[in-house]
């Protein structure tokens, strides 16, 4: 056997570091564009947000939104309905709303109190107001392809702008599994790869041997709700991964942490690029919903 020392000209390859992708900065570069774009258009997009309730989460997420539309230039109106609001008057409020010219883009934070049923609250809101891309009209577009007309869900096509980031704006061929079914990130963002021509897996609680249909994918999906449910023994080495998962664990000293739905620690070697929790799709998801509030704006200009 001939080893071959390291001063050799006969150097050994150099594995290519996996890339951890900065949701902040993409999302900091997306928020510019958005003030941008909004002082050439010389328009102020009205958003409105409702929350009810006071979930802990919710208020922060429902907080962080209100301030980023104030700094886009924003009208930023916020609605903070007490626990027991009854579903009447959720739909009053999203009617009144509907009817508000200053007011282009209407999200009602998730989850609801069980006394009001989220499927008819979503769809009362107007669908060109519906920033948040659940009504049924712009589900049904985005799936039929027509992403130039939709509203697009935000987490979905956040998750989007950052593989191109590292991909390339060519995905075409690519072996895409999402891992979870939900109506708000799953299902869109099956849609979405499909669009980009890749050839797309589903996997869910029902699917057989899901850690080996994974292991075939060059772009991951996370979006199962389980603390670090995806291991490394289900990527390909060189994969790029997209965790969507925010799950907060509590230590035995009771400190708390978030963390996704992928084993980061274990998995960042393999990938060729991977988001991280906090700090990844999180801001993203604000930053396409400023995006979404002023194209609403702008067609609403041009349809009057």
């Known amino acids: 056997m001939t080893t071959v020392p390291l001063s050799s000209s006969?150097?050994?390859?150099?594995?290519?570091?996996?890339?951890?992708i900065d949701g902040k900065q993409a999302a900091a570069d997306i928020?510019?564009?958005?003030?941008?774009?909004?002082?050439i258009e010389n328009i102020?997009?009205?958003?409105?947000?409702?929350?009810?309730?006071?979930?802990?989460?919710?208020?922060?997420?429902?907080?962080?939104?209100?301030?980023?539309?104030?700094?886009?230039?924003?009208?930023?109106?916020?609605?903070d309905l007490h626990e027991q609001t009854s579903e009447q008057e959720v739909l009053e409020l999203i009617d009144r709303l509907n009817n508000n010219d200053d007011i282009h883009g209407i999200l009602v934070q998730l989850p609801l109190p069980k006394q009001i049923n989220a499927h008819q609250v979503i769809?009362?809101?107007?669908?060109?107001?519906?920033?948040?891309?659940?009504?049924?009209?712009?589900?049904?577009?985005?799936?039929?392809?027509?992403?130039?007309?939709?509203?697009?869900?935000?987490?979905?096509a956040g998750s989007i702008h950052l593989i191109k980031?590292?991909?390339?704006?060519?995905?075409?061929?690519?072996?895409?599994?999402?891992?979870?079914?939900?109506?708000?990130?799953?299902?869109?963002?099956?849609?979405?790869?499909?669009?980009?021509?890749?050839?797309?897996?589903?996997?869910h609680s029902r699917s057989e041997n899901p850690r080996d249909?994974?292991?075939?994918?060059?772009?991951?999906?996370?979006?199962?709700g389980i603390p670090n449910f995806i291991t490394e023994d289900w990527i390909k080495p060189g994969a790029v991964i997209i965790d969507v998962?925010?799950?907060?664990?509590?230590?035995?000293?009771?400190?708390?942490t978030l963390v996704g739905d992928v084993d980061f620690t274990n998995v960042l070697s393999k990938t060729a690029a991977i988001t991280p929790v906090p700090g990844g799709v999180g801001p993203m998801t604000i930053a396409m919903l400023m995006q979404n509030t002023l194209e609403a704006a702008i067609r609403s200009r041009c349809n009057k």
């Open 31 to 39: 928020i510019a564009a958005v003030k941008s774009r909004r002082a």
């Open 44 to 79: 102020v997009p009205g958003l409105a947000v409702i929350l009810v309730g006071n979930d802990a989460a919710s208020s922060v997420y429902v907080r962080n939104k209100s301030a980023r539309a104030a700094e886009c230039g924003f009208i930023s109106e916020q609605f």
């Open 123 to 156: 769809q009362a809101i107007a669908p060109e107001k519906d920033v948040d891309g659940f009504h049924y009209i712009n589900t049904g577009k985005l799936t039929t392809g027509d992403t130039k007309e939709a509203l697009v869900p935000c987490t979905p």
């Open 245 to 256: 998962g925010i799950n907060r664990i509590t230590a035995e000293d009771g400190k708390t």
């Open 10 to 20: 006969k150097k050994m390859p150099n594995k290519k570091m996996p890339v951890i």
């Open 213 to 224: 249909l994974c292991k075939l994918a060059d772009i991951v999906v996370a979006a199962v």
């Open 165 to 203: 980031k590292v991909m390339g704006d060519s995905l075409s061929g690519k072996h895409a599994v999402v891992v979870g079914r939900s109506n708000i990130v799953g299902k869109p963002m099956a849609s979405l790869l499909l669009q980009e021509n890749c050839t797309v897996t589903m996997l």
